[in-house]
């Protein structure tokens, strides 16, 4: 429907143009209506009214009568709108090519363009129609109408598409052909505040648009069909690798039912074999769009594969960018007699070169790499995202250190030597990551440009497993010597301490050598404290495990850890919730984050901030991580960072290392770390130290989850009670081959009434036991002994005294007691080294109770 000229001659006239008010009529016939009241006035009562008076009013009307003129004339003064009616607003609405209408929200007319009256009924007996009026006998668009309605009552905008056979009057182009019309209403600016607010209806004959969008619609639909059905597979993936079309051909060959395929749902990776999809996300370094003839396998959805040739299109955009790709697959399964021999060895020989476990790629002359197999951008960290590999120099790919060696290769390669020693190379991608190169030459033919082949094995894991020996070796030969030192001195400490004990027994605080005696015994629980750490970092110490939610007892120990940093260091606290529980040795884990953050402290003597994390790692997450040794499990994550000094990759190897320190001499002892070591391994957790020099550290602690089972409550410790009365009458035997322990022992338990029996190796105590016929109350062993330990020496006695009551002392942890104990529920245990008053509490504990029955 065509708009109208606008010239003088032929403009569209509106068919319905009602004034907004007559309220500037009323206005003056009132005004009007006084003048002549005032005349009547003056006519009637002119004799009572003063001359003066009568002169001033009519030189007020007069005054008022010569301004309307000039009001006039200035245009500030109108008598009506018709001068004004083809104004520029009016004009661009009597010319629109669709039907405009203006009513109030109640329905009522107030203006009508004429190309309403284009549509059938839009006039009714020469008096236009409303909107919904227009259309009342169309059923197909009631709700449309109700809808709109709605909105022009509440003056809102809303428009509406509406398909009706036949069109309205129901004859237009046949009755079954279907027309559109759009069909759509708006609030428009209130005039004036005394007006009832206006809506603007519009009507719109859209029927040739939509039936182009149709018709388009219709073609590519048949475009579809065509590609679904060719004989052959097609599909486009984006620069994510993720499949965005697939045609129902190469749907069927894979096992997809294309009606339930949606994009971004398959991947490269789920139906290309092996590495394979990084063939296909390469393209161009120069943008240039080609097609590449790639013989692989695809994956069906079942799991088997099948080969196929890809005739393959991957464009870089100007940014570097890979572009979506449109590949064209044929199957390969089938050839014709003569060509099914060579079709054969092509699939073979596309399966050997992309399903082999290492890496392969031609170099020309100069290096660059000019084609690769599908292992090789997974060896080397590249992915289809990033810049194109083709013809980038080999030796970018690798560490500095070896490229020169790489290029002395080539040059031998090129000159068709026959013997190359193999390169060991890192990989630039970051990491450990580190392969050999072989490199040999390659037969020279006419037109390619390929002259040197490089296979690269991954070494990386061999590498890690190699570093994780070797560091587990030196812990191990560290720990079983810090271990053995630790057992030995608290022999020595056991007797210093006692005896201490011994001579403080007979020197009260009022005696001259009663302080040396306390300095002495000071010095010796000093040197126990330096053990206990060794035997911390050789997982040789003894743990009480409890079920831990590690959250609070972090927040439980802020306040001592801001008195131990000052206030020059900030520390900050923060918890993902909820955190999985542990479980692990309280006293222990505190003190593994007390040594953590003392290191912190020191770390920043100008000040700065540690922030201590808890959070959850799933075994998904934690299969990621590259930390050697680390199994992919259910952790919480426990961590620990500063923003102080950092520490170079030499010291890092080396803070684990038992009284290795960075500190003065004098202000560490340099086994804080290695005790943190010892407890987080013995728990069954991980430590990892990340460091930037400049930048701070972060040790991050990784702990097993603990699933509570059913009932499960925490262990609670609890205090043994106090025991007043430690003398006694039993017969006890000491075996101790350390004869300063065994006299210490042995006289502090004859001072308080025992009778004591001594023997310095198992074959000595069984000797004493004949003589004794047997009968003793209780037996004290060391563990490890020359000829004959402890456990063993426990089970040649069970055989003659099953309900003997046995402690075993020992400097080893308690857990590496009862591994060799069999009926360790009989047996109490006294660590190294111990005091008098500890050993008679003890024995007088062991004695007092109720004989168990031997299991």
């Not at 290769?409 to 970051?430: C, F, Q």
């Amino acid at each position: 429907m065509a708009p109208l000229p606008l010239d003088e001659d032929n403009y569209p006239t509106p068919l319905l143009d009602r004034p907004r008010g007559t309220s500037g009529i009323w206005r003056v016939v009132a005004l009007a209506g006084f003048f002549i009241l005032v005349a009547v006035l003056v006519s009637f009562f002119g004799d009572l009214i003063p001359a003066d008076l009568v002169i001033v009013f009519l030189g007020l009307l007069a005054v008022v009568g010569v301004f309307s003129l000039f009001g006039v004339a200035a245009g500030l003064v109108r008598f009506g709108a018709g001068e004004d009616g083809n104004s520029l607003p009016r004009a661009i609405v009597d010319s629109l090519p669709s039907g405009a209408l203006v009513t109030d929200r109640d329905g009522k007319i107030s203006y009508v363009n004429a190309q309403y009256g284009e549509f059938p009924g839009g006039i009714t007996d020469g008096v236009p129609v409303s909107v919904p009026r227009l259309f009342a006998g169309q059923p197909e668009a009631a709700e449309a109408i109700y809808r709109l309605a709605r909105a022009a009552r509440d003056g809102r905008p809303a428009s509406e598409d509406v398909r009706i056979v036949g069109g309205l009057g129901g004859s237009l182009g046949g009755s079954s052909k279907p027309f559109w019309y759009r069909i759509g209403v708006r609030a428009l600016p209130e005039l004036d505040s005394k007006g009832k607010p206006l809506v603007l209806w519009s009507v719109e004959d859209i029927t040739r648009d939509r039936e182009r969008q149709d018709n388009a619609f219709l073609e590519l639909q048949r475009a579809i069909d065509y590609l679904d059905h060719a004989p052959a597979g097609f599909f486009s993936a984006d620069a994510e690798g993720r499949i965005q079309y697939l045609n129902s051909t190469l749907a069927d060959w894979l096992g997809y039912d294309l009606a339930e395929f949606e994009a971004d749902a398959i991947r490269l990776d789920d139906i290309v074999r092996g590495d394979g999809a990084s063939l296909l996300m390469r393209g161009r370094s120069d943008g240039e769009i080609r097609t590449e003839i790639i013989d692989i396998d695809l994956v069906r959805r079942n799991g088997t594969s099948f080969p196929v040739r890809l005739m393959h299109r991957a464009a870089r955009l100007a940014d570097g960018e890979l572009g979506e790709t449109r590949t064209l697959v044929l199957d390969r399964r089938h050839g014709a007699d003569k060509e099914e021999a060579l079709r054969a060895s092509e699939v073979r020989f596309s399966r050997f070169f992309n399903d082999t476990p290492f890496a392969i790629a031609t170099l020309d002359s100069t290096g660059r790499i000019i084609r690769t197999n599908a292992p090789f951008s997974r060896i080397f960290g590249w992915s289809g995202g990033e810049q194109s590999i083709d013809m980038q120099p080999m030796e970018e790919l690798i560490s500095e250190g070896s490229r020169e060696a790489l290029a002395r290769a080539i040059v031998a390669a090129v000159n068709e030597k026959s013997e190359i020693e193999p390169i060991d190379a890192g990989l630039v991608r970051g990491g450990d990551h580190a392969v050999r190169l072989y490199v040999s030459g390659s037969e020279e033919v006419a037109g390619s440009p390929e002259r040197v082949n490089v296979y690269a094995l991954d070494m990386t894991e061999q590498r890690k497993l190699e570093a994780q020996f070797a560091q587990g070796q030196k812990m191990q030969a560290v720990g079983q010597l810090a271990g053995g030192v630790a057992h030995d001195f608290n022999n020595v400490l056991t007797a210093i301490i006692g005896f201490a004990d011994l001579l403080l027994l007979k020197h009260k605080p009022g005696d001259p050598s009663f302080a040396d005696l306390m300095s002495i015994k000071n010095s010796a629980n000093r040197a126990a404290g330096l053990t206990r750490q060794l035997l911390a970092f050789s997982r040789r110490q003894t743990l009480r495990p409890q079920v831990l939610e590690i959250p609070g007892h972090i927040d439980d120990l802020t306040v001592l850890l801001k008195r131990l940093i000052g206030e020059q260091i900030t520390l900050g606290v923060e918890h993902d919730s909820p955190v999985w529980p542990v479980k692990a040795d309280l006293v222990q884990l505190e003190q593994v984050v007390v040594n953590l953050v003392v290191n912190a402290r020191d770390a920043m003597p100008n000040g700065g901030t540690i922030t201590l994390r808890t959070r959850n790692v799933t075994e998904a997450e934690s299969s990621g991580f590259s930390y050697t040794g680390m199994p992919a499990a259910d952790y919480v994550l426990i961590e620990v960072e500063d923003t102080g000094t950092g520490m170079p990759p030499e010291i890092l190897e080396k803070i684990f290392e038992p009284f290795f320190s960075t500190k003065e001499l004098g202000k560490g002892t340099g086994l804080g770390l290695s005790t943190v070591y010892g407890i987080i391994k013995q728990t069954g957790g991980f430590i990892y130290p990340v460091s930037v020099v400049g930048k701070g550290t972060t040790f991050r602690i990784f702990l097993p989850r603990h699933i509570p089972v059913e009932n499960e409550a925490p262990v609670k410790q609890v205090a043994a009670a106090a025991v007043k009365d430690l003398t006694g009458h039993e017969r006890i035997l000491i075996v101790e081959d350390e004869d300063s322990v065994r006299a210490f022992s042995a006289r502090a338990l004859r001072a308080t009434g025992y009778e004591v029996f001594e023997a310095d190796s198992g074959d000595e105590a069984l000797d004493v036991l004949d003589e004794l016929e047997y009968r003793i109350d209780l037996m004290i062993s060391d563990v490890v002994m020359p000829e004959m330990d402890g456990p063993t020496l426990l089970t040649k006695v069970r055989e003659r005294m099953p309900t003997l009551k046995v402690i075993f002392v020992s400097g080893y942890a308690e857990e590496s007691v009862r591994q060799d104990i069999a009926d360790n529920q009989s047996v109490e245990f006294l660590p190294k080294p111990y005091s008098l008053d500890q050993i008679n509490s003890k024995v007088k504990d062991v004695l007092g109770k109720v004989g168990k029955d031997v299991q």
